[in-house]
Structure formats: structure tokens, C-alpha cells
């Protein structure tokens, strides 16, 4: 699909961030079409997470520009970013320990503008968690999660506010066989309701199952970008 004929919900251009004399992204661009999945592929230490963590607002660029759905969010604060619909994962899973699966997701719903009527969100969180596969465990402590169920949760979290874009860092990391599938389902069903999705993921099966085009990253540049 042409740029001229498919709606561009995240442009990225001339993206760079150093640390000291390490330059982790270096002249980084790339667009993602509404509804597309692209994969950010490359080696350990090639600057995938930092983008992911430029374009959230975790980081502050060094120069370049960052669009979402054509403004310019690069160097916004994260919580104004997630306000405008992105929301992300993280490769080291981040759930909020001291409060329990409901409470989690009702603090993503703070997000979402405007805010949801008291029974329309719990009706969300309700059906967040069914859909994450955390159905019935609403109650239950967010430290007591096993592994694959804190990122099940993280996941339901970022989804409470209706993002347009959802960034994944190798969020099907360490799950078994049959976890992966079902995670790759998932994945696939977001796809399906519209949301656009960047993924980061070292898993070559689920980036062939999921991604419709890759970018492919090494020392903080893209060397290489194409369909799947």
C-alpha cells in the first residue's frame, strides 16, 4: 500500500539520541500506516528500545521529529503522549505491585479522555480483563501474577485508554509454546479492532505470524525496511 493512499498514524524522521559518545539512535526514520503491525528488528544494544522509549516519551530526542496521527509529540511528556493514544509495554514488565488486576487497569483508564461514567468503567475493566485471559482474577494482587499473567495485565492496561498506537517491547519474551500462540493471537485481534502496533520482538515465528512490514535496526540506525 502506497504512503498516498494509506492514513499515517505514526511518522518518524531524523530521530537521534546520544549518550555521552554513544549515539544509540542515530537518523532514525520510518512511517506505520493505520492498522499495519511493523516489526523493529536488530540486535541486542542496536536502539530499538530507545526509540520505543523516544516515541513514548520516556526519553527526550536529541533532534528529529516524531508524529502521531500528523503532531509533533517528540519530547511531549509520556503522560501527554498517552493522552493523544499511544500507549506501550515494557521489556522488563511494569505493573503497579501494591494494588490488585481492577486497580491496574482503572489506572490506565485515567487516560482516556473523556473520562468513563463509574459503571461504564468498571464494564471496561471487566472486559479487559476477560480478553487478556485474566477473567475472574480482578481481585488478585498484581504481585502474586505469575509471569505471562503481569504481562497480560500490563497489556490490558495500556488498552484502557483506547490507543490509537500500541508499542510492544518483545512482549511474547519467554513465554512457552503454547502461551506464544495465544499471545500471537492476541496481538492479531488488536490488529483486527483497528489499533496500529509497533513490535519489538527477538520471537522470528511471531514477527512472520504478526508483522506486515519490518524495520531492521543495527547500531542505532535502519539498514534495512520490507515487507514481511
Known amino acids: 500500500m502506497s504512503t498516498e493512499t494509506r492514513t499515517l498514524v505514526l511518522q518518524v524522521a531524523g530521530l537521534r539520541r546520544a549518550f555521552g559518545g554513544l549515539v544509540a539512535v542515530n537518523d532514525l526514520g520510518f ?3 493505520q492498522g499495519e503491525i511493523m516489526g523493529l528488528l536488530g540486535p541486542n544494544g542496536s536502539g530499538k528500545t530507545t526509540a520505543l522509549n523516544l516515541m513514548s516519551g520516556v526519553l527526550r ?3 528529529g521529529s516524531i508524529r502521531l496521527m500528523g503532531r509533533d509529540i517528540a519530547g511531549l511528556a509520556s503522560y501527554r503522549i498517552a493522552r493523544l493514544g499511544l500507549a506501550r509495554t515494557f ?3 511494569r505493573v503497579l505491585d501494591g494494588m490488585d488486576c481492577r486497580e491496574n487497569i482503572k489506572a490506565g483508564l485515567a487516560f482516556q479522555k473523556p473520562h468513563l461514567p463509574a459503571t461504564e468503567a468498571e464494564v471496561r475493566i ?3 480483563l476477560d480478553r487478556v485471559g485474566l477473567a475472574g ?3 488478585r494482587p498484581a504481585a502474586d501474577l505469575t509471569y505471562i499473567d503481569r504481562k497480560r ?3 490490558a492496561r495500556a488498552l484502557a485508554a483506547r490507543p490509537r498506537l500500541l508499542l510492544l517491547d518483545e512482549w ?3 513465554l512457552n509454546p503454547s502461551e506464544l500462540m495465544i499471545g500471537i493471537d492476541l496481538i492479531r485481534s488488536l490488529k483486527a479492532d483497528g489499533i496500529t502496533i509497533v513490535l519489538v520482538e ?3 515465528n511471531a514477527v512472520r505470524a504478526l508483522c506486515d512490514r519490518c524495520v531492521v535496526m543495527s547500531s542505532g540506525r535502519k539498514i534495512a525496511e520490507g515487507a514481511t
Open 61 to 63: 530526542p536529541d533532534a
Open 126 to 128: 471487566d472486559t479487559l
Open 172 to 174: 511474547l519474551a519467554g
Open 137 to 139: 482474577h480482578d481481585r
Open 153 to 155: 495485565l500490563e497489556l
Open 91 to 93: 521489556q522488563l514488565v
Open 202 to 204: 527477538h520471537v522470528m
Open 31 to 33: 512511517d506505520v500506516g
